[in-house]
T-cell receptor, first 112, second 116 residues
Framework: DQQVKQNSPSLSVQEGRISILNCDYTNSMFDYFLWYKKYPAEGPTFLISISSIKDKNEDGRFTVFLNKSAKHLSLHIVPSQPGDSAVYFCAASYFGNEKLTFGTGTRLTIIP | GAVVSQHPSWVICKSGTSVKIECRSLDFQATTMFWYRQFPKQSLMLMATSNEGSKATYEQGVEKDKFLINHASLTLSTLTVTSAHPEDSSFYIC????????????FGSGTRLTVV
């Protein structure tokens, strides 16, 4: 039962344009969401997070949007840079449960 | 920032042997450590949660006698894959939590295990 889904396994975006990565979840108990970036043969690194009390959180080039009614979140990267090429995972958790549930990841390729 | 060191980064072992993977928090005390495995093109799947000085809590379907987890100190957790088989070949990643809350997760660099 995949509670966190990233339906696009891969995405290619031109350098300088906006990258939009999507994530859907099914468990209505989730109240905290995180995005991680992962390079091959490395562990994930934290990018940005959002609490369910917000619908938007911004950090530099990265913005995460949360639509609770649709159980959907998205990560926007603008402008996209070659160094952004990596696999991006969304993860979810809820108060009282410290475990993270990960999506399957989206491989983002930035085309110079 | 917080750093988690994981060793080895890759290991090849013969079927039937055991392999130990170490995860250390270098500049903070990790109250909780998590162990994940990742198969190609799949998500990170939580295997177990370990708290210092107590037995690990395993996720459903994970064999605790096969994947031995020891969290002997606030800075070190180990995962031992016992009697490894080719199907255990995977990418194993640890994560350490500093304090409470969602912000405190730091991942190790992962270990690629290949069992031949």
């Amino acid at each position: 039962d995949q509670q966190v889904k990233q339906n696009s396994p891969s995405l290619s975006v031109q350098e300088g344009r906006i990258s939009i990565l999507n994530c859907d979840y099914t468990n209505s108990m989730f109240d905290y969401f995180l995005w991680y970036k992962k390079y091959p043969a490395e562990g994930p690194t934290f990018l940005i997070s959002i609490s369910s009390i917000k619908d938007k959180n911004e950090d530099g080039r990265f913005t995460v949007f949360l639509n609770k009614s649709a159980k959907h979140l998205s990560l926007h990267i603008v402008p996209s840079q070659p160094g952004d090429s990596a696999v991006y995972f969304c993860a979810a958790s809820y108060f009282g449960n410290e475990k993270l549930t990960f999506g399957t990841g989206t491989r983002l390729t930035i085309i110079p | 920032g917080a750093v988690v060191s994981q060793h080895p980064s890759w290991v090849i072992c013969k079927s039937g042997t055991s392999v130990k993977i170490e995860c250390r928090s270098l500049d903070f005390q990790a109250t909780t450590m998590f162990w994940y495995r990742q198969f190609p093109k799949q998500s990170l799947m939580l295997m177990a949660t370990s708290n210092e000085g107590s037995k690990a809590t395993y996720e459903q379907g994970v064999e605790k006698d096969k994947f031995l987890i020891n969290h002997a100190s606030l800075t070190l957790s180990t995962l031992t894959v016992t009697s490894a088989h080719p199907e255990d070949s995977s990418f194993y990643i640890c994560s350490a939590q500093e304090g409470q809350g969602y912000y405190g997760y730091t991942f190790g660099s992962g270990t690629r295990l290949t069992v031949v």
